[in-house]
């Protein structure tokens, strides 16, 4: 959503042709004040993001060294470190949310008193708080799986193919087995689809 937001702000620079005012006054910083606020939903999920996402490199750490844990013991490991790593997320989401609202006036604020005169932010608060913005981001994500389910229906056998020999290689350089049966497609002699 923040991402689509700073595309609509984009598109907003863009087409207009008059120059920002390099000067703030009490009117533009009200105005930068009530996007933000109308923004404060997509600053609180960039920094959720932001905090998941330093979660990464560790969890695929993580998963590769549970698998060493005796089987008896793995159930209560794993419990425990879901419980780590929940505590951590409950912990660090609100300080990062807390701090990104709190400097958001001193950064995005800043850029779009900088870059916007006074009547293209009204715009940009016009566009933010129009109906039709929301019914479009709120179609976003029907739009995005019906996307995805068809270019996954329609590349599946050809992008199976490429993993299976994707990790047949790496096992070759690694000088291990390839995965018993991997995540190639069946061999039930139907044919990949040809290519376009």
Request: glycine share 4%; with cysteine.
């Amino acid at each position: 959503m923040f991402q689509k937001t700073l595309l609509i702000l984009a598109i907003a620079a863009a087409c207009t042709t008059v120059h920002a005012q390099q000067t703030s006054t009490p009117a533009k910083k009200e105005l930068v004040a009530r996007i933000l606020k109308i923004q404060q939903p997509a600053i609180d999920t960039m920094a959720q993001g932001l905090v998941q996402q330093s979660l990464g490199p560790l969890l695929e750490q993580v998963d590769n060294a549970v698998r060493r844990v005796p089987a008896e013991k793995r159930d209560a490991v794993t419990k425990g470190i879901q419980a780590d790593i929940r505590k951590y997320v409950d912990e660090t989401v609100p300080l990062v949310r807390d701090r990104a609202n709190k400097v958001a006036p001193t950064t995005a604020g800043a850029i779009l008193e900088e870059k916007f005169t006074e009547d293209e932010l009204k715009q940009v608060i016009t566009l933010l708080e129009s109906p039709v913005l929301t019914k479009f981001q709120a179609a976003g994500a029907d739009i995005q799986r019906a996307l995805v389910q068809k270019v996954v229906a329609e590349t599946q056998p050809q992008v199976e193919q490429r993993f299976q020999a994707l990790e047949d290689s790496i096992a070759k350089r690694l000088g291990i087995a390839p995965p018993a049966g991997g995540n190639a497609p069946a061999a039930s002699g139907a044919r990949a689809p040809a290519k376009k």
